[in-house]
């Protein structure tokens, strides 16, 4: 029997109801498909904004990581409660001697070793007559007007060598005109380079003209000009390489072979583009590595190291029997160093929490990157308060790390693990970089001799960094390795107090060799009682 008009209504309907659920759910699904798609495209837009932001201020923003500090007049709104940590005691604590004032420096003190010259204007002769009754007038001494500061222009001379011939008169007359008379030559000094008008002072000069100043060849190939002398940059560079390879790498080999026996190093590398290397294109980044004594009370060897690559394999090598804690940023290719321990910088640690701190927002208490800067800044305030009580007590220093900043540590690590950073985010990367070297980040609180941050691997790569905007790129694989060689001298030098340019003299004036025994090159190293009195950095000369 037929269905009703009504069942059949009903049926109707009830398919229709049935069709429309599933072009709901269908709906409902695409709009939670397209919600979470937003929702990406959102973090997405987010995390570009950030990138911009934060290339923004790499480009044109201020480079110094230095706290400028709150809002003037405001109190600070974030309270460092160290959360898990109950310590009675802080770092303020800590005597530290009343601030003082520096005192500001008088002429004396500004140019102290600078010859001084002393000029006495005359009284001319018709003043010399006394005005009220005309008698000639005597004098009673001179008094003092005024300073000024003189400059000399660099002069340059040429200086010819000759030889002064002896022959003995009575075998010239016994022999007569047969046989040739005995001459005796006086021993004139061995050329710096052989058949090369190069002298130390010169080669001397052009270095530290480069490598101090930052001043590339063909701007001193215009200097030299100037002065009369017409020297190619192409000779220059030759200088350059033939007397690192001859009179350097003698002098950083022994360097090497101390730092190899010291307990702490620090290390840190910089990119370095060379021109012409065999199997790579010239737009190809080479690298320019870093290797330092810690912090040892003992004199600071500072070297340089060229490499066409950044493996880890080129660490490995070159500390290749160094057994003590290595100080370094968070790369992991010093991992394949072995017998050491790795202590991680706490300043590139910090610099990710700077990085990631939303725009205009770095006195917003309420971000979670300035809360992560703030926990750094802590840590380092109590570290500068520290080293200022205990200067070269290490064990005192360990000490007073352990009771004044683990507890900060601890509630750093704390804080850090309640994070929930969003994906791909800048934030999300400081995070993951400070998990990620928890272990090496706590080496420090081991050893008193260790450092917080690597920042002084990182100033004495700065003239390779400053010089690099300048003269761009190295030609040869030489001219990259006689960088590096003078690199070394140069700022181990400078650690040690020297004056520069007359270290690089004293080095090339020296003649060091690779046959030198090793007492010999220990008379050589710039805390030898010979190089200090040489090189004093108050020396009265010219060029300082």
């Not at 061995?190 to 060849?217: C, D, H, R």
Request: with cysteine; glycine share 6%.
């Amino acid at each position: 029997m037929g269905a009703s008009a009504a069942e059949l209504k009903n049926r109707e309907l009830r398919d229709t109801i049935k069709q429309l659920n599933t072009t709901i759910d269908t709906l409902n699904s695409l709009i939670s498909t397209l919600q979470t798609t937003i929702s990406e495209q959102n973090t997405r837009e987010q995390n570009y904004k950030e990138q911009i932001d934060y290339l923004t201020k790499k480009l044109f923003g201020r480079s110094s990581e230095k706290n400028v500090g709150d809002i003037p007049g405001q109190m600070s709104l974030f309270n460092e409660a160290e959360m898990t940590v109950d310590h009675e005691a802080d770092v303020e604590s800590v005597p530290v001697k009343a601030h003082t004032r520096k005192k500001r420096s008088d002429h004396n003190e500004l140019f102290k070793g600078i010859p001084v010259e002393k000029v006495v204007i005359p009284l001319p002769d018709d003043q010399k007559v006394c005005p009220e009754c005309g008698t000639q007038m005597e004098k009673v001494g001179v008094e003092f007007q005024r300073r000024e500061l003189k400059y000399i222009p660099a002069k340059v001379s040429v200086i010819e060598y000759y030889s002064e011939n002896y022959v003995c008169p009575n075998c010239k007359k016994a022999l007569g005109d047969a046989d040739k008379p005995v001459f005796v030559k006086s021993k004139v000094p061995e050329a710096l380079i052989k058949k090369s008008y190069a002298s130390s002072s010169a080669v001397a000069w052009t270095m530290y003209q480069k490598y101090v100043n930052s001043v590339p060849l063909y701007r001193q190939e215009k200097d030299w000009k100037q002065y009369g002398a017409a020297l190619s940059r192409s000779t220059l560079a030759g200088w350059i390489i033939q007397c690192s390879q001859t009179c350097f790498f003698p002098v950083i080999d022994y360097m090497h072979q101390r730092l190899i026996l010291r307990d702490y190093a620090m290390g840190d590398e910089t990119r370095m583009q060379v021109l012409k290397e065999d199997g790579r294109r010239a737009q190809t980044q080479s690298f320019l590595w870093c290797f330092r004594s810690g912090d040892d009370g003992l004199p600071p060897i500072i070297l340089f190291h060229y490499s066409p690559t950044r493996s880890g394999d080129v660490a490995k090598e070159f500390l290749k029997g160094f057994n003590g804690y290595l100080e370094t940023d968070g790369y992991q290719g010093y991992n394949k160093v072995s017998g050491i321990k790795r202590c991680t910088c706490w300043a590139h640690l910090r610099r990710y929490f700077i990085d990631a701190i939303p725009k205009g927002k770095q006195f917003d208490y309420s971000q979670p990157a300035v809360q992560g800067v703030e926990y750094c800044n802590r840590l380092f305030r109590r570290e500068r308060v520290i080293n200022s009580t205990c200067a070269g007590d290490y064990d005192k220093r360990k000490e007073l790390r352990l009771e004044k900043e683990k507890p900060v540590l601890d509630a750093f690590w704390s804080w850090l693990d309640q994070q929930k950073p969003v994906h791909g985010s800048r934030f999300e990367k400081a995070v993951n970089y400070a998990q990620n070297r928890r272990e090496t980040s706590l080496t420090f609180l081991e050893d008193g001799h260790c450092s917080l941050s690597n920042n002084d691997t990182e100033r004495s790569i700065r003239p390779c960094t400053v010089g690099r905007k300048n003269w761009l790129f190295c030609d040869t694989v030489g001219g990259a390795e006689a960088s590096a060689a003078v690199y070394s001298i140069v700022e181990t030098a400078h650690a040690n107090d020297l004056n520069i340019y007359k270290y690089l003299v004293f080095l090339l004036d020296h003649r060091p060799h690779a046959d030198m025994a090793d007492s010999e090159l220990e008379q050589l190293m710039p805390w030898s009682e010979a190089a200090i009195k040489a090189c004093q950095p108050d020396s009265s000369e010219n060029l300082v």
